[in-house]
């Protein structure tokens, strides 16, 4: 039997439908209470709130697990790579080769940038933050290739789209960079894959070629992969928002890095390792660090900790730590912010402040640290977070658009402002 909820509003009882997920997640259809009852709901910050339904990422913040399709991410971040999670993620299956290789030859075609906007890089000021101008880049590809947004796509013009989406934005991403350093762009090659070719165009020269440690790559893989689609989190939300009023898909995810920038978001990752630095320069005194953090009359948080999801551990931040320490002990580096990191995390998770509200390191805790031990700049860590969670921006625009049911997006509010009340003319005032 339709499980239904009962509402008694103001002495009426009114049945609404429970929509039941796949893992026996439970929600509440309210989409007809202020039609029946001209109430409204109202959930700051969305906690409570589903605003879809969606086939792509489960997670379960109790128990720290994190599905990309039914897949756990611990497998994908192990077994897979970045353009064959993207695939999965898009397109619901793990591709057959033939399909992985189409799909990673859709990366390479017409792969340099259309000359005309390498304008955009010589007029912004080096020292602009890249996220600007990830965000202004991704939505002037509208512009600079319309073909690829045709309004009745077939599923292979879909696919192309997407794979060339996921090629530009990676060099838009090293192009950004090499403006931040007054260096000469390094174009992208053929021959090299995803990840081998971005860092070579991040730091190879006209000079000298950047060779490639396969330990620094297997490294950034893990951390795009885990970083591809974590469900409806604020940039996510954002592009399905953006998206619903048709805007297209290059508009929606220009929308999505921008909510990313923000540091209680995308943006933590700068901010942990700049915490770190700040920790190190104060002379290491992290007590210090967190009896701020839970001041109540001090708004600084401790960045890193926390996640609205995940109250008892980041199943991302698990891998991410391991990933970190392997990576310093093959590289042999010795950084003393790692350090500072493994007693920052050793103190927190023993203090109860941080225990009551089940606040843990997230998946920025570490990442950063990688990103740094890599060579890669701290304003450009929530460039590679956008890099990483591109495909999920695109898996969600495209589950959205591809819904007959989806509706435009339209919260609704409860004003609190002034009633009716007459215009004073300035004499008056
Ligand atoms: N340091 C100190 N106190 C904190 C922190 C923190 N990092 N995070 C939350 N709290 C406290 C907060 O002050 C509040 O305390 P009280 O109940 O006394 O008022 C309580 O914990 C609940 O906080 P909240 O803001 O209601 O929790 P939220 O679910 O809305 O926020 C969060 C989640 C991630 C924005 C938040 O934990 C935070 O600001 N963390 C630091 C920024 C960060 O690391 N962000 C990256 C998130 S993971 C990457 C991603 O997917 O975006």
Not at 56 to 66: C, H, V, Y
Not at 267 to 277: D, T
Not at 365 to 374: E, P, T, V
Request: hydrophobic share 35%.
């Amino acid at each position: 039997m339709d499980e239904k909820v009962k509402m008694i509003i103001e002495g009426q009882t009114h049945e609404f439908p429970v929509i039941t997920g796949t893992e026996n997640e439970k929600g509440i259809d309210i989409s007809k209470l202020r039609g029946q009852t001209s109430y409204i709901t109202l959930d700051n910050g969305f906690g409570n709130t589903g605003s879809c339904t969606s086939g792509i990422t489960f997670l379960d913040g109790e128990k720290g697990i994190l599905r990309y399709r039914g897949i756990p991410i611990e497998q994908i971040a192990e077994k897979s790579s970045f353009v064959e999670a993207s695939y999965l993620l898009i397109y619901g299956e793990l591709p057959h080769q033939d399909e992985l290789d189409k799909f990673a030859l859709s990366f390479t075609k017409q792969a340099p940038l259309h000359p005309d906007m390498l304008g955009f890089f010589e007029g912004y000021p080096t020292a602009g933050h890249p996220m600007a101008l990830l965000s202004a880049m991704v939505c002037s590809l509208a512009g600079y290739y319309p073909e690829l947004l045709k309004p009745e796509p077939s599923e292979e013009e879909v696919k192309f789209t997407s794979a060339q989406l996921l090629s530009k934005v990676r060099t838009i991403s090293a192009y950004t960079y090499k403006t931040s350093i007054g260096e000469s762009f390094i174009p992208p090659r053929d021959d090299l894959r995803y990840i081998s070719n971005f860092l070579n165009m991040m730091f190879s020269t006209k000079e000298k070629e950047y060779k490639i440690d396969e330990t620094v790559v297997s490294a950034l893989r893990a951390l795009l992969i885990l970083h591809a689609d974590h469900e409806q989190n604020c940039s996510t939300s954002t592009v399905r928002l953006v998206g619903s009023s048709w805007a297209n898909l290059f508009a929606s995810i220009s929308a999505g890095v921008c909510a990313l920038w923000g540091p209680l978001h995308g943006g933590a990752n700068q901010k942990v390792v700049e915490m770190l630095e700040q920790i190190q320069v104060d002379g290491g005194n992290i007590q210090k660090f967190i009896d701020k953090a839970k001041d109540p009359d001090d708004h600084y948080r401790l960045m890193g900790f926390g996640h609205r999801v995940y109250k008892n551990f980041d199943p991302r931040a698990t891998i991410i730590k391991q990933k970190a320490h392997d990576l310093f002990d093959k590289m042999g580096i010795h950084d003393p912010l790692l350090d500072i990191a493994v007693k920052l995390e050793e103190a927190v998770l023993k203090d109860d402040y941080f225990a009551e509200r089940k606040l843990y390191p997230n998946v920025d805790f570490y990442s950063g640290l990688i990103y740094k031990a890599i060579g890669i700049p701290t304003v450009m860590f929530p460039v590679m977070f956008a890099i990483g969670r591109m495909p999920g921006w695109i898996a969600h625009w495209k589950e959205m658009r591809e819904n007959p049911a989806s509706k435009i997006g339209r919260p609704r509010q409860i004003y609190t402002g002034h009633t009716e009340r007459d215009y004073v003319p300035m004499e008056g005032r």
